[in-house]
């Protein structure tokens, strides 16, 4: 599918070099140099059997092996992804289940109008209240994540906060009202109702026998927000300037770099359906 959108929209990567200085005989020689003269459906084969066998190619951009500029950014993605997952989802889980446990109470309405702040406000906009408020105006951080060459993101871990609680704000809404949701709905449930009808502490149950069940719904939301985090960051790694994933995806778009494109793509749809995979895994645990 990418590589028939690439094929049907306008320009390819030898416009895109050569720019306003393009002319017909500069493009044909460098479709030549980059094998674009070739029939669609040969280089589409040839790139299906190199990736098969672990060769995602090289960049018709860049002229650089694509695997070792893929794996730069899939590890500043990592990193980024990793941590906020770590803050957000134990925080959203708990604080759901706080708020379905006691429902209508005053905490529950701070939760609730929280959520529908932070599902309200798309991630630019977060990201730029932070820039303009822990930056320009207490100058407690770096306006941007840039990352030196040479260093990682972890040599500078100050230019990680922003990111993160700009993605925090974001899945923090969505599984906190996804398990409170679903927390209110189990706790009407008959068993439960056995359950502190028996002389089961509240602690018992809800931890025993409430979130074992209304984490399932939960885990499902969790699971598709992983590959969103690994490869679908392209506002919150663009507002910040961090040289991720979903940035290389972004400039391999522009830049109508089909290789590296597919390369990513093919990235992502494997931590789709390895996190899918996890999901399912857990239902049973729980």
Same mark, same amino acid.
């Given at each position: 599918?990418?590589?028939?959108?690439?094929?049907?929209?306008?320009?390819?990567?030898?416009?895109?070099?050569?720019?306003?200085?393009?002319?017909?005989?500069?493009?044909?020689?460098?479709?030549?140099?980059?094998?674009?003269?070739?029939?669609?459906?040969?280089?589409?084969?040839?790139?299906?059997?190199?990736?098969?066998?672990?060769?995602?190619?090289?960049?018709?951009?860049?002229?650089?092996?694509?695997?070792?500029?893929?794996?730069?950014?899939?590890?500043?993605?990592?990193?980024?992804?990793?941590?906020?997952?770590?803050?957000?989802?134990?925080?959203?889980?708990?604080?759901?289940?706080?708020?379905?446990?006691?429902?209508?109470?005053?905490?529950?309405?701070?939760?609730?109008?929280?959520?529908?702040?932070?599902?309200?406000?798309?991630?630019?906009?977060?990201?730029?209240?932070?820039?303009? @408020? +822990?930056? &320009?105006?207490?100058? *407690?951080?770096?306006?941007?994540?840039? =990352?030196?060459?040479?260093?990682?993101? /972890? %040599?500078?871990?100050?230019?990680?906060?922003?990111?993160?609680?700009?993605?925090?704000?974001?899945?923090?809404?969505?599984?906190?009202?996804?398990?409170?949701?679903?927390?209110?709905?189990?706790?009407?449930?008959?068993?439960?109702?056995?359950?502190?009808?028996?002389?089961?502490?509240?602690?018992?149950?809800?931890?025993?026998?409430?979130?074992?069940?209304?984490?399932?719904?939960?885990?499902?939301?969790?699971?598709?927000?992983?590959?969103?985090?690994?490869?679908?960051?392209?506002?919150?790694?663009?507002?910040?300037?961090?040289?991720?994933?979903?940035?290389?995806?972004?400039?391999?778009?522009?830049?109508?770099?089909?290789? @590296? +494109?597919? &390369?990513?793509?093919? *990235?992502?749809?494997?931590?789709?359906? =390895?996190?899918?995979?996890?999901?399912? /895994? %857990?239902?049973?645990?729980?």
């Amino acid at each position: 599918g990418i590589f028939t959108i690439t094929e049907i929209l306008p320009g390819d990567v030898a416009s895109m070099m050569m720019g306003r200085d393009a002319t017909e005989k500069n493009l044909a020689k460098i479709r030549e140099d980059l094998g674009l003269d070739r029939p669609p459906h040969v280089r589409y084969i040839e790139w299906i059997g190199n990736a098969a066998q672990g060769d995602l190619g090289v960049s018709l951009y860049n002229k650089q092996p694509i695997a070792p500029l893929v794996g730069r950014r899939l590890q500043h993605s990592a990193i980024l992804a990793v941590v906020a997952f770590l803050v957000a989802v134990p925080t959203a889980v708990m604080s759901g289940i706080f708020a379905g446990v006691r429902p209508d109470t005053k905490v529950d309405r701070l939760m609730g109008l929280v959520g529908l702040v932070g599902i309200s406000l798309p991630e630019f906009v977060t990201g730029l209240l932070l820039i303009i @408020l +822990l930056s &320009s105006t207490l100058h *407690l951080l770096p306006s941007s994540s840039i =990352i030196l060459p040479g260093t990682t993101p /972890l %040599s500078r871990p100050e230019i990680l906060i922003m990111p993160i609680l700009t993605i925090t704000a974001v899945l923090f809404a969505y599984i906190m009202r996804m398990t409170r949701a679903n927390v209110i709905e189990v706790m009407q449930t008959h068993y439960v109702r056995t359950a502190i009808l028996k002389g089961l502490s509240m602690r018992q149950v809800i931890f025993r026998h409430v979130v074992p069940n209304a984490m399932l719904p939960t885990i499902t939301v969790v699971a598709s927000n992983v590959g969103w985090m690994l490869g679908g960051l392209i506002i919150v790694e663009t507002v910040f300037a961090y040289p991720g994933l979903g940035s290389q995806l972004l400039a391999a778009i522009q830049t109508r770099d089909v290789p @590296l +494109l597919q &390369s990513l793509t093919l *990235l992502i749809a494997a931590t789709y359906a =390895i996190s899918n995979l996890v999901a399912d /895994l %857990s239902y049973a645990a729980l």
